[in-house]
């Protein structure tokens, strides 16, 4: 029985690599299809409906129902049994469509004589491109072994679309990757950015899907397997220190030696397929069953899955094995995602990144705002869009991607563009110029760090000093915890370039957000409240000691700044402090120099430090605000969550005044204080920071610009009196009344 079925498929797709291989246009091509298609199956109907726009099906072509219908007949997602094939993705079979749940008579294609419908999705790596039906007039299921020719001649038709076989005359099909795309993100990081789309990941096209010969195809299946077996082995023994990446590559190599999964895939070669097109095939079902998986656990293994299969397609068709070589010119990379690691391998040769996944908050995000890439997030579909080399514009203050945009968007662009570089030569000539405001109030502008990228930065952007370096930066984009001595180097060389600027070094801050890929993760209920920064550095006080170590010897006799984050109570500031004293008397008696001046500070970014004795505020030296995490808790909502981080103003008047009572508290015992919050680089925040009594404020490089030029406009005296009658006519935030006196400015 399997014989003659396997035979029967063959036989399918035989005659239909036949037709794609005669020289014809592509609606030619697609009734072909369909006549055969029926032919083979025992149908009387044969019918291929294809996406117009994301929304909208056409019948594109039909061997049974009326032929006038085609390219007539339309049906949203989800409308009629074809639209929910096309809407879930799964497959209906059905000896009584008209009693099945969904069914919608279409008169124009004389439908309702057809009893049995079966309905399989045309998709191409979970990307939805139609819905491939046969029906007939008795009333019968179809069996397993017809469902799954179908499926494979809807595998065969998603990827002839891919490679353009149905455009042309008769208009069967617009062409693919032509037409301009706009597609919504979520800003990463601002900046705008031309150029050329680099897949991290190319797209590997499979374009010899039938083979006659299955013993040769199970050969090169089997070779190609045993070839991505040794790649993850060597992997494996490159990680062994290394217990995450190792859980992952375990977890790849129990796949690799499955037998199920090389079965399934042989059993696809019997029925006709080439090597590559079973490993395919293989993948699209695994997609469909991500797809429905609602178990993490599982979804995750069948991620690893996925991408076994994109390594197994690689090594069978020689495609996507690019290197860093041929990059295009103004490079603009599209992932999925990408780890920090892989993104500083790139370093600053890009000029925009475009990710399909990520987060304000990741690693990856991290690096991009370091090297002031735009950066846009959250992009669905780009990968299933942007092909390697397609012309790209990029976003980043709006989130939002144009690809191959036509004329009016690339002259508007380039006009914001050509705005922006004109606003940054502006940035430019007061590089070196102070930040004094109109009323005469000098305002100390620093830069915050935390990647070796960040350095000339210092030179370029006219920054005093570094205000934060983000020790956990360094920790973040290493697969292993840096050693002492690679610290040391790392610190030395900051504070070479800093040449006598002060640097203000926060002591590692992992935890919540910030998961170092080496350490266990916590599996904590509330991580953005749980076991976190100086929480960790104070109960597991190793690393802590190992970088306080570090940050002596590399100031090596010059004057060092140490800050603590998190710091929630004043005890905490006190065993912080404690062990700093410690590591200092344990330099001493080793013979080492010590800094010729050692300030120890701590962050404010929980409300209780503001409420804190008046000692505390004695007693620490300086007190910086970390306005993202002090927010988020202020308002109490998630500072990683789109849904409710933008929801609470900075500028609304409670928390204006809560900062005010800091700057009054910090004033009474003469705490140096300063803003070290993203808030601290838009402009309009900054100055209403500057408003209230902060005299020092540290951002990202590229904001030092922009805020510096506001600043040097405006009078904060007049400021301050803005945000009080706001304040006292009981508005909910100061902006607009600032904004009406921004635009009031000459
Ligand atoms: C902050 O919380 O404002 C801060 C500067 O620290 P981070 O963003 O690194 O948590
Ligand atoms: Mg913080």
């Given at each position: 029985?399997?014989?003659?079925?396997?035979?029967?498929s063959?036989?399918?797709?035989?005659?239909?690599r036949?037709?794609?291989?005669?020289?014809?246009?592509?609606?030619?091509?697609?009734?072909?299809?369909t006549?055969?298609?029926?032919?083979?199956?025992?149908?009387?109907?044969?019918?291929?409906?294809?996406?117009?726009?994301?929304?909208?099906?056409?019948?594109?072509a039909?061997?049974?129902?009326?032929?006038e219908?085609?390219?007539?007949?339309?049906?949203k997602?989800?409308?009629?049994?074809?639209?929910?094939?096309?809407?879930?993705?799964k497959?209906?079979?059905?000896?009584?469509?008209?009693?099945?749940?969904?069914?919608?008579?279409?008169?124009?294609?004389?439908?309702?004589?057809?009893?049995?419908?079966?309905?399989?999705?045309?998709?191409?790596?979970?990307?939805?491109?139609?819905?491939?039906?046969?029906?007939?007039?008795?009333?019968?299921?179809?069996?397993?072994?017809?469902?799954?020719?179908?499926?494979?001649?809807?595998?065969?038709?998603?990827?002839?679309?891919?490679?353009g076989?149905?455009?042309g005359?008769?208009?069967?099909?617009?062409?693919?990757?032509?037409?301009?795309?706009?597609?919504?993100?979520?800003?990463?990081?601002?900046?705008?950015?031309?150029?050329?789309?680099?897949?991290?990941?190319?797209?590997?096209?499979?374009?010899?899907?039938?083979?006659?010969?299955?013993?040769?195809?199970?050969?090169?299946?089997?070779?190609?397997?045993?070839?991505?077996?040794?790649s993850?082995?060597?992997?494996?023994?490159?990680?062994?220190?290394?217990?995450?990446?190792?859980?992952?590559?375990?977890?790849y190599?129990?796949?690799?030696?499955?037998?199920?999964?090389?079965?399934?895939?042989?059993?696809?070669?019997d029925?006709?397929?080439?090597?590559?097109?079973?490993?395919?095939?293989?993948?699209?079902?695994?997609?469909?069953?991500?797809?429905?998986?609602?178990?993490?656990?599982?979804?995750?293994?069948?991620?690893?899955?996925?991408?076994?299969?994109?390594?197994?397609?690689?090594?069978?068709?020689?495609?996507g094995?690019?290197?860093?070589?041929?990059?295009?010119?103004?490079?603009?990379?599209?992932?999925?995602?990408?780890?920090?690691?892989e993104?500083l391998?790139?370093?600053?040769?890009?000029?925009?990144?475009?990710?399909?996944e990520?987060?304000?908050g990741?690693?990856?995000?991290?690096?991009?705002?370091?090297?002031?890439?735009?950066?846009?997030?959250?992009?669905k579909?780009?990968?299933?869009?942007?092909?390697?080399?397609?012309?790209?514009?990029?976003d980043?203050?709006?989130?939002?991607?144009?690809?191959?945009?036509?004329?009016?968007?690339?002259?508007?662009?380039?006009?914001?563009?050509?705005?922006?570089?004109?606003?940054?030569?502006?940035?430019?000539?007061?590089?070196?110029?102070?930040?004094?405001?109109?009323?005469?109030t000098?305002?100390?502008?620093?830069?915050?760090?935390?990647?070796?990228?960040?350095?000339?930065?210092?030179?370029?952007?006219?920054?005093?000093?570094?205000?934060l370096?983000?020790t956990?930066l360094?920790?973040?984009?290493?697969?292993?915890?840096?050693?002492?001595?690679?610290?040391?180097?790392?610190?030395?060389?900051?504070?070479?370039?800093?040449?006598?600027?002060?640097?203000?070094?926060?002591?590692?801050?992992?935890?919540?957000?910030?998961?170092?890929?080496y350490?266990?993760?916590?599996?904590?209920?509330?991580?953005?409240?749980?076991?976190?920064?100086?929480?960790?550095?104070?109960?597991?006080?190793?690393?802590?000691?190992?970088?306080?170590?570090?940050?002596?010897?590399?100031?090596?006799?010059?004057?060092?700044?140490?800050?603590?984050?998190?710091?929630?109570?004043?005890?905490?500031?006190?065993?912080?402090?404690?062990e700093?004293?410690?590591?200092?008397?344990r330099?001493?008696?080793?013979?080492?120099?010590?800094?010729?001046?050692?300030?120890i500070?701590?962050?404010?970014?929980?409300?209780?430090?503001?409420?804190?004795?008046?000692?505390?505020?004695?007693?620490v030296?300086?007190?910086?605000?970390?306005?993202?995490?002090?927010?988020q808790?202020?308002?109490?909502?998630?500072?990683?969550?789109?849904?409710?981080r933008?929801?609470?103003?900075?500028?609304?008047?409670?928390?204006?005044?809560?900062?005010?009572?800091?700057?009054t508290r910090c004033?009474?015992?003469?705490?140096?204080?300063?803003?070290?919050?993203?808030?601290?680089?838009?402009?309009?925040?900054?100055?209403?920071?500057?408003?209230?009594?902060?005299?020092?404020?540290?951002?990202?490089?590229?904001?030092?610009?922009?805020?510096?030029?506001l600043?040097?406009?405006?009078?904060?005296t007049?400021?301050?009196?803005?945000?009080?009658?706001?304040?006292?006519?009981?508005?909910?935030?100061?902006?607009?009344?600032?904004?009406?006196?921004?635009?009031?400015?000459?």
């Amino acid at each position: 029985m399997i014989e003659r079925v396997e035979s029967e498929s063959r036989k399918l797709l035989g005659r239909l690599r036949d037709t794609m291989a005669e020289k014809a246009a592509g609606q030619e091509r697609l009734d072909k299809i369909t006549h055969l298609t029926a032919d083979s199956i025992g149908t009387e109907v044969c019918s291929i409906y294809l996406f117009r726009d994301d929304d909208t099906l056409e019948l594109c072509a039909t061997e049974g129902l009326n032929p006038e219908a085609v390219h007539q007949t339309r049906m949203k997602m989800g409308e009629g049994l074809v639209g929910r094939v096309a809407r879930t993705g799964k497959i209906i079979n059905t000896a009584d469509a008209p009693a099945t749940r969904g069914f919608r008579y279409m008169a124009e294609t004389g439908e309702e004589l057809y009893s049995s419908f079966l309905g399989v999705p045309i998709q191409r790596l979970g990307e939805k491109l139609g819905v491939l039906v046969v029906q007939s007039k008795d009333a019968r299921k179809f069996s397993a072994d017809e469902v799954y020719a179908l499926e494979v001649v809807a595998m065969v038709l998603a990827e002839m679309t891919e490679l353009g076989a149905f455009v042309g005359e008769g208009a069967a099909l617009r062409a693919r990757h032509t037409e301009p795309v706009l597609l919504r993100g979520i800003t990463g990081q601002e900046g705008s950015a031309e150029g050329h789309v680099w897949l991290h990941e190319p797209r590997v096209v499979v374009t010899n899907l039938v083979a006659d010969d299955p013993a040769t195809e199970r050969a090169r299946l089997i070779e190609a397997v045993e070839a991505l077996r040794i790649s993850v082995d060597q992997l494996l023994s490159g990680a062994v220190e290394d217990a995450e990446q190792v859980q992952v590559l375990e977890a790849y190599r129990m796949f690799a030696n499955s037998k199920g999964w090389l079965r399934r895939m042989e059993e696809n070669i019997d029925r006709g397929l080439s090597a590559e097109a079973a490993v395919e095939k293989e993948q699209s079902d695994v997609r469909a069953r991500m797809m429905q998986a609602n178990d993490l656990y599982l979804r995750e293994r069948l991620q690893d899955l996925d991408d076994l299969s994109n390594r197994l397609l690689r090594i069978l068709t020689g495609q996507g094995m690019q290197t860093g070589a041929e990059l295009p010119e103004n490079p603009i990379l599209v992932a999925r995602n990408i780890g920090p690691g892989e993104l500083l391998e790139y370093g600053r040769s890009l000029r925009g990144i475009v990710l399909e996944e990520g987060a304000v908050g990741s690693h990856a995000a991290i690096v991009a705002r370091a090297l002031a890439i735009p950066l846009v997030i959250g992009t669905k579909r780009i990968q299933i869009e942007a092909l390697n080399g397609d012309h790209i514009m990029v976003d980043g203050d709006q989130g939002v991607v144009h690809l191959r945009p036509d004329d009016t968007v690339v002259t508007a662009f380039r006009d914001k563009m050509a705005m922006q570089a004109k606003a940054q030569e502006r940035y430019a000539s007061i590089r070196d110029k102070p930040a004094v405001t109109l009323c005469g109030t000098r305002i100390r502008l620093d830069m915050n760090a935390g990647l070796m990228a960040d350095l000339p930065s210092l030179e370029s952007s006219g920054a005093e000093g570094v205000g934060l370096f983000r020790t956990e930066l360094q920790f973040l984009v290493r697969n292993k915890m840096p050693r002492r001595t690679e610290l040391v180097d790392i610190y030395a060389r900051v504070i070479d370039a800093a040449r006598g600027r002060r640097v203000v070094f926060r002591t590692l801050d992992i935890g919540s957000d910030k998961v170092l890929p080496y350490m266990a993760p916590q599996d904590e209920p509330n991580p953005a409240l749980g076991w976190r920064a100086i929480r960790v550095g104070l109960d597991k006080p190793g690393v802590m000691r190992m970088q306080l170590q570090a940050l002596l010897r590399a100031a090596n006799g010059r004057p060092l700044t140490i800050m603590f984050p998190f710091v929630a109570q004043f005890a905490e500031y006190d065993a912080a402090r404690n062990e700093v004293h410690k590591a200092i008397a344990r330099e001493e008696r080793l013979g080492h120099v010590l800094p010729e001046r050692l300030e120890i500070g701590a962050m404010l970014e929980t409300p209780s430090l503001a409420f804190a004795s008046k000692r505390f505020f004695e007693e620490v030296e300086f007190l910086s605000i970390g306005g993202n995490d002090l927010k988020q808790f202020f308002f109490a909502a998630d500072r990683e969550n789109e849904r409710v981080r933008r929801r609470y103003d900075t500028l609304n008047v409670s928390f204006l005044s809560f900062l005010q009572d800091i700057v009054t508290r910090c004033a009474a015992t003469n705490t140096p204080l300063s803003f070290c919050g993203e808030d601290a680089g838009r402009p309009v925040e900054a100055l209403c920071l500057a408003a209230i009594g902060l005299r020092s404020l540290s951002m990202r490089p590229a904001s030092i610009g922009p805020v510096k030029h506001l600043l040097r406009r405006c009078d904060l005296t007049e400021v301050r009196r803005i945000i009080e009658t706001a304040k006292d006519a009981g508005e909910q935030t100061v902006r607009p009344a600032v904004m009406e006196y921004l635009r009031s400015l000459p």
